[in-house]
């Protein structure tokens, strides 16, 4: 892979180094590597990725762009501690996007993609009857990645629901564990799995609304107990 990159134009190697910098440094924000309102310092990052610190500002000023960072009072950026309005803000958000792309689905779904769905609800009660947290934490999680393939033919709607996704998945990350809200997830995906098998484009609009909004009271839950 070195020797293939580094056989490219450089600036075809310039823009690789920064699409590769932008990448690690939003799946680290994701996956909660840094803190709320931890700096995120640029020499630093740099340091850990291999690369200069033009391409890591680069990263930071089009993250802060995407609304996944914010700037500080004084220099800098950092990962933002959203409010319970704010949260609440962000699942509405996702819930409308996600309930507009199930209807989208539903224009197109076949039995096969019907079929590995249930596969996956099926995976996810056998999990619940043996109790193990995380195959159904992993099972809820593969619904919406399967989900979300069914969407890849549009794109930029496809693009912007998993970032969406992602970025929704640092305030589920302690959901996910706890075995009463994987139990809810997987009645939502019931309910969505019903809806298709039914082709009703509404009731899918409704019913993933709904679920969305389900995961967002229990991610908000968990940011008040946080803060008590």
């Given at each position: ?43 630093q ?34 990962i ?19 309930g ?33 947290v ?70 899918c ?24």
């Open positions: 892979m070195e020797k293939v990159l580094l056989n490219k134009p450089p600036a075809q190697r310039r823009l690789s180094v920064r699409e590769n910098t932008y990448q690690k440094l939003k799946e680290a924000i994701f996956s909660n590597r840094f803190i709320p309102g931890e700096r995120l310092a640029e020499e990052i740099a340091a850990e990725l291999g690369v200069s610190r033009t391409p890591v500002r680069e990263a930071l000023h089009r993250l802060e762009q995407d609304g996944f960072i914010e700037p500080l009072e004084k220099r800098g950026f950092c933002p501690d959203n409010s319970p309005e704010e949260i609440r803000d962000i699942f509405a958000l996702r819930a409308a996007l996600e507009h792309a199930l209807r989208l689905i539903c224009r197109r779904i076949t039995d096969e993609q019907i079929g590995l769905l249930q596969e996956i609800v099926n995976k996810a009660e056998i999990a619940i009857l043996q109790k193990k995380d195959d159904l934490s992993r099972a809820n999680l593969a619904f919406h990645d399967a989900l979300m393939e069914m969407i890849a033919y549009k794109c930029h709607f496809y693009n912007f629901i998993v970032n969406m996704r992602q970025y929704v998945l640092r305030y589920r990350k302690g959901t996910l564990p706890n075995f009463g809200v994987g139990e809810r997830c997987v009645d939502g995906h019931r309910m969505i799995l019903l809806a298709l098998k039914l082709r009703d484009e509404e009731l609009e409704k019913v993933m609304k709904r679920h969305i909004q389900t995961s967002g009271e229990d991610a908000l839950r968990l940011s008040l107990e946080k803060l008590q």
